[in-house]
């Protein structure tokens, strides 16, 4: 309530229940709540759920790193304890490549070019089949024979995948790595995985990869205290200049 001092009035107001308010604002808060959903599913309704809905027009795909970890790669070839966790990611990420699953849901295609499944009109051409990326092309790098993928041997192997197209590969200043080796020898995404038509048409779609086994310098007296630096480059037909960091990966590789 409040007064006027002059008048000595008092003028009171209704109070308004606690139970009012609050269903004032549930119901104000709803409403927003109800037009937002209207708006996306009207939104939703013009896009074509055979597609993927999220597109990137970067002109260079990204690139990913299996293992994955923070800094760099840092482990002691002769502490199994420092990689197990890096070969323990490495086998899991690899199962859906094996062979048997691979020969059974996907099929082969013609290396060299582009997987093309078109629909027609309203006809649509799916699900679409995904060709094979088979775990035992990787070579020296599938995890089977050495089961450790060559990080108890100073020989690791790393996994580069594009982000759902021939290949650079720039070592940085350093003795640590002594050379490199590719699997598929080619170093190449081939064009037969490509392209993509999203989750609800290629069902069985696995992306294809590029093992790095990195060679490292046994030699004691050659190492170096500091990290080498280690840079991949996705090479393609539309390379931005501009922005040195699309399509490039780098990480660096430490040993006690």
Known sequence: MSYFLQSNLKLSFPSISPVMIAMFYFALYASFSAFFSLTLWVLLQTTDEALPRSRNHIPTPGLTLRPSFNWGLSFDPNDSRTFLPYVQELHRFLEVYNDSNQRESNIHCQPG???RQPDFGELRNWPKRACRFERSSLGA???LVEPTFGFGHHRPCLFVKLNRVSWDFVKGPGTLIHSI???PPSAIFD???FPYYGKMAHVNYTVPLVAVQLNINTTRKRREST??????HVIGLLENARDRSLGRVSFKVKLP
Request: charged residues 10%; contains cysteine.
């Open 227 to 232: 990290p080498t630096e280690v840079e991949c």
């Open 191 to 193: 064009p037969m995985y």
């Open 181 to 183: 080796h590719f699997f």
């Open 113 to 115: 070019i582009y997987h």
């Open 141 to 143: 790098c599938t995890g």
